[in-house]
């Protein structure tokens, strides 16, 4: 079996990105070739296709052709379809396409007669701004198709202009066959698999398959450190319940507060904790590889309470895997992955209170956190493994006559 992979990233930048890279060692692990199609960047991982790739859109500072190649790029077109022709792939497995190859090279694809399968890591397919939040706050008033409404809303950072091009880029998406051209989405959560059959698209074209993270050669910790420490590691945004989470480091000055990782709210969560003059907070910037999973391992318990939806957090199977339990808000999918008092600890989102008593908790009784370990690992072993992911993910190739 032959797949091209598509994805912006040859290198881990967020969550979507490190289970695409981990897809690919997956793949290639089970026999399967494999051909990545990202977008160019000094930061990519060496890959003999990287002579394929595209330019990257520049959405800091744009250009007028960056924001002509957000919506539709003739380069991305150009670029897969001599992709395709070299490789010859079976299937084409899309992850995060819009914005940078945009759908343009869905035609490209269906001409070559293959089928198309999305991981749909966000809900970028039924809403302009990719998260179905407005100011921070949940939003479905679009109802999957009437982008338009984002417009008055100023969706996009509160900006007319940035608003307009997301809604520009979501009516051309559909146009050009995001979701028709599309022969099976895969959720990534029941939850998600929900919300996006709620807004429109065919429950027969939609799989569930939850992410996985491989444990082969994993070590996961054996006790909880002897002084409460507590870490958040992913993109540093307001959404992902960072703030609350410095809220009760305030309260607990007995316990040690980490984040890792970087984003838009990274200097004003610095600034805050100086401000607040909150020694035990410390900011270690962006962590990866064998250095993060010492800083989980050496954590209590880790930590993720957005406000927003979430679908399946690497953080969470991540931290999990390495036997460390996981405090985590009731939104989106995240309680499909902890079960509370088993796996580790759910609290409400935005409850700042709650989330106090749940740190205290483990803070005050390590022989329960340690049990929470070793049931985390075990859950992972069981229903989030690499195996269990492929098969699921053989099945549904199987299911379009690839094999």
């Given amino acids: ?120 890591h966000d809900y970028k397919v039924v809403c302009p701004v990719y998260s179905l939040t407005r100011n921070g706050k ?6 999957g198709k009437h982008f338009w409404k984002a417009m008055p809303r100023r969706c996009n950072r509160g900006s007319i202009a940035r608003t307009s091009l997301s809604v520009l880029e979501s009516y051309v998406s559909r146009w050009g066959g995001n979701i028709s051209k599309i022969d099976r989405f895969i959720a990534v959560s029941e939850f998600q698999a929900s919300r996006l059959i709620k807004l429109g698209i065919p429950a027969d074209k939609l799989k569930v398959v939850h992410n996985f993270v491989e444990t082969t050669g ?35 000055p007995s316990c040690e507060f ?18 607040r003059g909150l020694a035990n907070v410390k900011c270690v910037g962006f962590v ?3 250095k993060l999973n010492d800083l989980i391992k050496s954590a209590t318990a880790t930590l993720l309470t957005p406000t927003v939806y979430e679908n399946c957090p690497m953080s969470v199977l991540e931290s999990m895997a390495l036997g460390v339990p996981v405090i985590g808000s009731r939104m989106g999918g995240i309680s499909e992955l902890v079960a509370h008092g088993e796996t580790g600890l759910i609290v ?56």
């Fill in 1 to 120: 079996m032959k797949i091209a992979n598509v994805s912006p990233y040859h290198y881990v930048k967020g969550g979507s990105d490190s289970y695409f890279l981990s897809q690919n060692a997956l793949y290639q692990k089970m026999g399967v070739e494999v051909a990545p199609f990202c977008m160019k960047s000094e930061k990519n991982m060496p890959t003999e296709w990287s002579r394929y790739f595209p330019s990257g859109v520049n959405m800091s500072s744009p250009s007028m052709q960056d924001l002509y190649n957000f919506v539709y790029s003739f380069e991305a077109k150009k670029a897969i379809r001599k992709l395709l022709v070299e490789f010859k792939p079976d299937l084409v497995h899309l992850h995060i396409y819009y914005g940078q190859f945009t759908s343009s090279i869905l035609k490209e694809i269906k001409e070559a007669s293959l089928p198309i399968v999305q991981t749909v």
């Fill in 138 to 143: 949940i939003c479905e008033d679009c109802q």
């Fill in 218 to 252: 994993i070590s996961p910790r054996l006790s909880p450190p002897s002084k409460p420490k507590f870490l958040y590691f992913g993109r540093l945004e307001r959404s992902k319940g960072i703030f609350d989470a410095l809220d009760a480091a305030e309260q607990l």
């Fill in 258 to 275: 980490i984040f890792a990782g970087s984003g838009s709210a990274e200097i004003e969560l610095e600034n805050a904790a100086i401000k």
């Fill in 288 to 290: 990866t590889g064998n």
């Fill in 348 to 403: 409400e989102p935005g409850n700042v209170s709650q989330l106090v008593d749940a740190i205290s908790y483990c803070s005050t009784h390590p022989r329960k956190v340690h049990d929470m370990g070793v049931a985390s690992v075990q859950k992972v072993v069981e229903n989030f493994s690499s195996q269990s992911h492929f098969k699921k993910l053989m099945t549904i190739y199987e299911e379009l006559g690839v094999r």
